[in-house]
């Protein structure tokens, strides 16, 4: 089965800029989605195919995909981006999750 | 407005069965792709189940043969059907409706706790 790995923690100041990498197997060659869930919350779907955001979703958020990572980018880092983040990716008509980030700004 | 909302929950004995309801507004359930996505406490999520708008459906392998997923479009709800239960399926139930555009998971409900124990 695939698998995606993530880190599972990144810390960023505040005001600066947060890397979150998804790694997979040629994950270039699939479309990644990107979640933030904070605590108690359900998750809310952030980027879809890789790099669109959502209405509603600020600029901030930006994402990347190619050869055997993915890379969601938090620009100019707030306190409110504290939360748990997701990569997501479909194989073969399943849903596979990453298992998660906890980004802490600092 | 879309919305979903998870019903069902509750403390079960291993071996027991609970079904859970996800009922859908703003959207009609066989027109897209519907999840069950499940957290334990303190972990991540991880993907149940899903039912397409053609009626197929797919399991992971960790709930195979015992959940069944299933939909009445003239409730426009969605179902989870969980037998067999064990200790390790305790978790935050979420029902995630997917969209054709975004190829994700746009809207998600608030989830149900499902308690495994003894």
């Known amino acids: 089965s695939y698998e995606l790995t993530l880190p599972l923690s990144v810390s960023v100041a505040l005001g600066q800029t947060a890397r979150i990498t998804c790694g997979g197997n040629n994950i270039g060659s699939k479309n990644v989605h990107w979640y933030q869930q904070k605590p108690g919350q359900a998750p809310v779907l952030l980027i879809y195919r890789n790099s669109n955001r959502p209405s509603g979703i600020p600029e901030r958020f930006s994402g990347s995909n190619s050869g055997n990572t993915a890379t969601l980018t938090i620009s100019r880092a707030q306190a409110g981006d504290e939360a748990d983040y997701y990569c997501?990716?479909?194989?073969?008509?399943?849903?596979?999750f990453g298992g998660g980030t906890k980004l802490t700004v600092l | 407005e879309v919305q979903l909302v998870e019903s069902g929950g509750g403390l079960v004995q291993p071996g027991g069965s609970l079904r859970l309801s996800c009922a859908a507004s703003?959207?009609?359930?066989?027109?897209?792709?519907i999840s069950w996505v499940r957290q334990a406490p303190g972990k991540g999520l991880e993907w149940v189940s899903i039912?397409?708008?053609?009626?197929?459906?797919n399991y992971a392998d960790s709930v195979k043969g015992r959940f069944t997923i299933s939909r009445d479009n003239s409730k426009n709800t969605l179902y989870l059907q969980m037998n067999s239960l064990r200790a390790e399926d305790t978790a935050v139930y979420f029902c995630?409706?997917?969209?054709?555009?975004?190829?994700?998971?746009?809207?998600w409900g608030q989830g149900t706790l499902v308690t495994v124990s003894s």
């Open positions: 703003g959207f009609t359930v066989n027109n897209n792709y």
């Open positions: 995630a409706m997917g969209g054709t555009v975004t190829g994700a998971f746009d809207y």
């Open positions: 039912i397409y708008s053609g009626g197929s459906t």
């Open positions: 997501q990716v479909w194989d073969s008509s399943t849903v596979v």
